[in-house]
C-alpha cells in the first residue's frame, strides 16, 4: 500500500460504496469491512482492492485493519458505539507510534430532532460553520453518544489526528450500478402500498434537509481532501469536527410535501385508490420504525453545508422529487413482494 493513499472503510453500504467508487477512481487503495461474501465480492469488482468480512460488534478485528491503513471512514451506522470505539482505538495506537490518522465519522440530522412529531415547520436553523449551534443539541440526542466518544479523545489526541463528522440529512437517490435504495421515502412507499394511502406523522408541517447520495458521496472526497492538504494544527482541523450535507437550502420539503408526491405517483400507477396523504396514527408505527418513527420521520432537522461549498463542493443531482418519481419509485415496484406483509423498516437508519 502506498503511504497516505490506503484507506479503510466500515460499512461500504448505500453511502459507503457510492464514496468507494470515488476513491478507486482517483487510485486509492480501498479496503471494505463488510458482511457478506456476496457483498465483498460487489466492492472488489468496484475497484476496492481488499474486502473484510465481519460484523460491526468484532471491535479487535476492526481495530486491526484500521490500525494498518492512513485514512478510516466509518459509514455503517451512527449508532453504533462498539465499532467506533475500534477505530479509536486503533488511532490512539498508531498516534503513540508518531502515525496521523484521518477519520471521517457518519452522524447524522437526526441529531437535531426537535420532538414537534411534525405539529409545526422549526424556524431553527444549524450551520456547520457555528460549532455552538451544533454543539446545543442535548446530549442525548439520537447519534449524539457517538459522536460525543468521538469528540473527546479528538481532543485528547489534538493535532495528532484528523478527525472530522460527516452529519448528513435525509438521503435519497439511486445508482443503478448498485440497485440498492434509500430508507426513509422508500418505507413511506410501503406503509403507503400497504394500507392504501401516504402518510404522514402529525400535521405532516415537519421540515428536513436532504441530499442526494451521489452529491454526498462527492462530499465526502472533497472533505477527505481537505483534511489531506490542511495542516494537523490547523484551527479548522482542531477546533471544528462538524460538516454538514444537504441540497435543499430554505426550500426543504415538509413531510407531507413527500406524502403528497408519494400518494399521487401511486395513485396514478393506480396502486392506491385516494391519493391524498392523511396522519398515520401511532397504532401503525410499528410499519414504519416503530418507537423511532416520530424522530426519523416527524422531525425538524434544518441544516447548511456552509463548510463543504467554501471547499467548492455543490450538489449537482436531481431533485428528491425527480429522482423519486424516475428511479426509486420504478425500481421498488419491481420488487416481488407481497406487499401487504411489510412490518417496517428492520435495519439501523443512517440519517
Not at 50 to 72: N, P
Not at 142 to 161: C, G
Not at 213 to 238: G, K, N, Q
Not at 307 to 328: A, H, I, N, T
Request: aromatic content about 6%; some cysteine; charged content about 25%.
Amino acid at each position: 500500500m502506498s503511504s497516505g493513499k490506503n484507506v479503510f472503510i466500515v460499512g461500504p453500504g448505500f453511502v459507503g460504496w457510492n464514496v468507494l467508487d470515488l476513491l478507486a477512481k482517483e487510485k486509492y487503495t480501498v479496503t471494505g469491512y463488510v458482511r457478506r461474501q456476496e457483498h465483498a465480492n460487489q466492492i472488489k469488482a468496484s475497484g476496492a482492492a481488499d474486502a473484510v468480512l465481519g460484523d460491526l460488534d468484532d471491535k479487535a478485528l476492526i481495530t486491526k485493519h484500521a490500525l494498518s491503513h492512513d485514512i478510516v471512514i466509518h459509514t455503517a451506522t451512527a449508532d453504533h458505539l462498539p465499532s467506533a470505539e475500534a477505530i479509536l482505538e486503533a488511532i490512539q495506537q498508531r498516534a503513540e507510534k508518531g502515525l496521523s490518522t484521518i477519520y471521517i465519522h457518519t452522524s447524522g440530522t437526526s441529531v437535531l430532532d426537535d420532538g414537534v412529531s411534525g405539529e409545526h415547520k422549526s424556524d431553527k436553523v444549524y450551520h456547520d460553520n457555528a460549532v455552538s449551534e451544533v454543539d446545543s443539541v442535548p446530549d442525548n440526542a439520537p447519534h449524539r453518544t457517538i459522536d460525543l466518544a468521538i469528540l473527546k479523545v479528538k481532543k485528547q489526541l489534538s493535532e495528532k489526528a484528523k478527525i472530522a463528522i460527516m452529519i448528513p440529512p435525509l438521503i435519497y437517490g439511486f445508482n443503478p450500478s448498485h440497485a440498492r435504495l434509500t430508507i426513509q421515502i422508500p418505507t413511506l412507499t410501503r406503509y403507503a402500498l400497504k394500507h392504501g394511502y401516504a402518510g404522514h406523522i402529525g400535521a405532516g408541517l415537519a421540515v428536513e434537509s436532504n441530499i442526494h447520495v451521489l452529491d454526498l458521496a462527492r462530499a465526502y472526497v472533497v472533505l477527505l481532501h481537505h483534511l489531506e492538504s490542511t495542516p494537523s494544527d490547523s484551527p479548522d482541523i482542531l477546533e471544528n469536527p462538524y460538516f454538514f450535507t444537504e441540497t435543499t437550502g430554505d426550500n426543504e420539503p415538509s413531510w407531507k410535501d413527500i406524502a403528497s408526491v408519494i400518494g399521487a405517483e401511486l395513485h396514478k400507477a393506480g396502486l392506491i385508490a385516494d391519493p391524498n396523504p392523511r396522519a398515520i396514527p401511532p397504532e401503525n408505527y410499528g410499519d414504519l420504525f416503530g418507537d423511532a418513527t416520530d424522530c426519523v420521520i416527524g422531525l425538524n432537522s434544518r441544516s447548511r453545508a456552509v463548510r463543504l461549498r467554501e471547499l467548492g463542493w455543490k450538489p449537482v443531482e436531481k431533485s428528491w422529487r425527480e429522482s423519486y418519481v424516475q428511479d426509486e419509485l420504478p425500481f421498488l415496484l419491481k420488487e416481488e413482494v407481497d406487499r401487504k406483509v411489510f412490518s417496517g423498516y428492520q435495519g439501523i437508519v443512517a440519517s
